[in-house]
């Protein structure tokens, strides 16, 4: 099922940039990315809600806390820089560099989490290097 939900992902990521190149015209990559976050908060909460899930944030620990709010750091520093790119650059352009997350992804799990690193991961992030750096020219 991991399959289906990562291909989805592409596809609405896709659709992400899509929209938010077409969006972002005339205003500030800033007032995209809070109009983004804002629409983004409602529906995370929106599925929570009606998911029955509002008893789980008793079991969140401060372990839990810290790291979630570090990747929300993170995620807000990522649509605020992804943004800032869109406003002057292409989208084919600035999406295939934004897809570098996976090499990035790929080498800190590698390195913090002691994921494995194979022939066939480091290939697949080479050959995700070379088609971004081919794709920017």
């Not at 896709?14 to 983004?36: D, E, F, H, P, Q």
């Not at 909460?45 to 372990?63: A, C, N, P, T």
């Amino acid at each position: 099922m991991w399959k289906l939900y990562a291909i989805l992902a592409a596809v609405f990521a896709a659709l992400t940039a899509i929209s938010a190149k077409v969006g972002v015209r005339g205003v500030s990559g800033n007032v995209a990315t809070a109009v983004r976050t804002c629409v983004v908060l409602l529906l995370a909460w929106g599925i929570v809600i009606f998911g029955g899930q509002m008893k789980e944030l008793r079991e969140l620990s401060r372990f839990n806390v810290i790291f979630l709010l570090l990747s929300g750091v993170a995620t807000g520093l990522s649509w605020i820089f992804y943004f800032k790119a869109l406003e002057t650059g292409d989208v084919s352009r600035v999406a295939p560099i934004d897809k570098l997350s996976v090499v990035f992804v790929m080498i800190i799990a590698f390195v913090f989490l002691g994921e494995p690193m194979t022939l066939k991961s480091a290939a697949g992030g080479l050959l995700i290097t070379i088609g971004a750096v081919l794709l920017t020219l």
